[in-house]
């Protein structure tokens, strides 16, 4: 959460802060966890960017662009984060790890394992949502009053903003789809680790009503400062 936390204070910077902020999240995720929620991070870097950059900016534009920055920057950042460690670990090891590498990146992309692991698109998508509403307790009726809150969101942004109300809605809502992309892609690792990658939809279910709530605040006056930092520079 320090690394989101840092993304959203950066990104009142613009959508350059963003970059920043969430590509140093990334980076510092990698060597804090193994694959375990790594769209989790993604998800919600770009969210908090969006969001952030609608309260400052007051458009979607504004929101589409913090979006965008963060959520382009954190699988960059990731990527070269994990090549570098790589390339350490070759250098005391020698070139055979990257043969290793690519082994391990080949598995877990299309690889199986047991009778457990299916091929089918979506599987992984499948075995998460699974784990989820099957193993936790709380996440059937956590979802339920998700899918209130966002409706009452909705009608509230409509009528406050009219179709721009949803269309700010989907902007910042987009980065959810990091987390079935994510186990689509990677689904031999996302049905083999079900019961603890299955935690990333939370955070999904999360970014989507932050969305709506965001979609429904008060739209500021005209003449009425956009952000603090705007403020000063007026004075």
Do not use: K
């Amino acid at each position: 959460m320090v690394a989101v936390s840092s993304t959203a204070v950066l990104a009142r910077r613009g959508w350059r802060g963003a970059v920043v902020g969430a590509a140093a999240s990334a980076a510092l995720f990698c060597y804090v966890d193994l694959l375990t929620v790594p769209p989790m991070s993604w998800a919600l870097c770009a969210a908090v960017a969006g969001a952030v950059g609608f309260c400052a900016g007051h458009t979607w534009g504004s929101a589409l662009r913090g979006v965008l920055a963060a959520g382009a920057a954190w699988p960059v950042a990731f990527g070269l984060t994990w090549v570098s460690r790589w390339v350490v670990a070759a250098l005391a090891q020698g070139p055979s790890v990257f043969s290793r590498v690519a082994q391990i990146g080949r598995f877990r992309l299309d690889g199986q394992e047991g009778v457990a692991v299916s091929g089918a698109f979506g599987a992984g998508v499948r075995a998460n949502w699974l784990y989820w509403t099957e193993a936790v307790v709380t996440a059937v009726p956590v979802v339920v009053a998700a899918g209130a809150v966002c409706a009452g969101a909705l009608v509230v942004a409509v009528r406050r903003r009219g179709v721009r109300g949803l269309v700010v809605a989907a902007v910042l809502a987009v980065p959810a789809l990091v987390v079935p992309a994510w186990y689509a892609v990677l689904s031999n690792h996302s049905q083999i680790h079900a019961f603890f990658t299955y935690r990333s939809l939370a955070a999904a279910v999360g970014v989507v009503v932050m969305a709506c709530l965001v979609a429904a605040r008060r739209p500021v006056p005209a003449g009425e400062p956009v952000s603090a930092s705007a403020a000063g520079r007026r004075r």
